[in-house]
């Protein structure tokens, strides 16, 4: 189980996250969505601790970390839990895709190199890399980059997934193949925490769907719930918005 209690983050004057609390259970895909600057990002990156909050604490299965009194080997537990996928990849550049997947597994994991670069070229295949195993990230699309970037993450079988706009940086006919390469890892049954523009996507592969506002989850349900009967003003809003900007038929 994951859990979050009353995590709460500032930069300076902004507060960002205010006591926010959540529990995710084993297998759920998490939808969060949002207004820009509602703390989607923060509350990713304070889930893994590369934000670290000021209060409150977080639980990924059997390690808790508290903002108060931690240790810092409890946050390297923690972030060896999570595995994280950036709008922008976050690939070495100056290794092949092979390498980019075996480095966490042969740093962290302390495997024997052969041993991960198997596990990489079945990660790799999985999302239709075979044949791209020795490029460099500067050689691939950046939908392969971003599936390379996938299957680093799948590599090091996380606890959870946390994927922070993923197709966000992506021209818009590489969008489907890494929302396809996603729900695999969906349909596989890891639990994630999705942030997202791609209401459709979203929506549809959530089971449950989070909005943020004000440093608070303000609605939390069931995609139908919360896309078709949202109960807040702001939701209702941000809906309105986005249906002028995505298109009607997220909204119906
Ligand atoms: N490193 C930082 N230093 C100072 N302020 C920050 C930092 N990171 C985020 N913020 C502020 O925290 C708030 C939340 O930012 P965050 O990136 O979490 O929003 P978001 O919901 O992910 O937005 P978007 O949809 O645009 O990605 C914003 O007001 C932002 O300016
Ligand atoms: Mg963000």
Avoid: W
């Amino acid at each position: 189980m994951i859990e979050i209690k009353n995590l709460s983050k500032r930069f300076g004057q902004n507060v960002v996250l205010d006591h926010l609390n959540l529990t995710i259970q084993k297998g759920d895909v998490l939808g969060v969505i949002g207004s820009s600057g509602t703390g989607k990002s923060t509350l990713l990156r304070c889930m893994n601790y590369l934000e670290k909050p000021e209060e409150g604490s977080i639980t990924v299965g059997d390690v808790t970390v508290d903002a108060r009194h931690h240790s810092s080997r409890d946050c390297i537990r923690l972030r060896q839990k999570t595995a994280m996928v950036f709008q922008n990849f976050g690939l070495f550049h100056r290794k092949t895709a092979l390498e980019n997947v075996m480095e966490g597994l042969v740093i962290v994991r302390k495997l024997p190199k052969e041993e991960a670069a198997g596990i990489a070229r079945e990660e790799l295949a999985k999302v239709g890399l075979a044949d791209r195993m020795d490029y460099y990230p500067s050689q691939l699309s950046g939908g392969q980059q971003q599936r390379v970037a996938i299957a680093r993450a799948l590599a090091m079988q996380p606890e959870l997934l946390l994927f922070d706009e993923p197709t966000s940086a992506l021209d818009p006919e590489l969008v489907g193949e890494v929302l396809e390469t996603i729900k695999k890892a969906v349909d596989e049954g890891n639990t994630m925490i999705i942030v997202s523009h791609e209401m459709e996507f979203i929506r549809r592969i959530s089971n449950r769907i989070i909005m943020l506002d004000g440093g608070a989850v303000i609605e939390d349900g069931t995609p139908e719930q919360v896309f078709n009967h949202p109960t807040s003003n702001r939701a209702k809003e941000f809906f309105r918005r986005m249906m002028i900007s995505q298109g009607a038929e997220y909204y119906i």
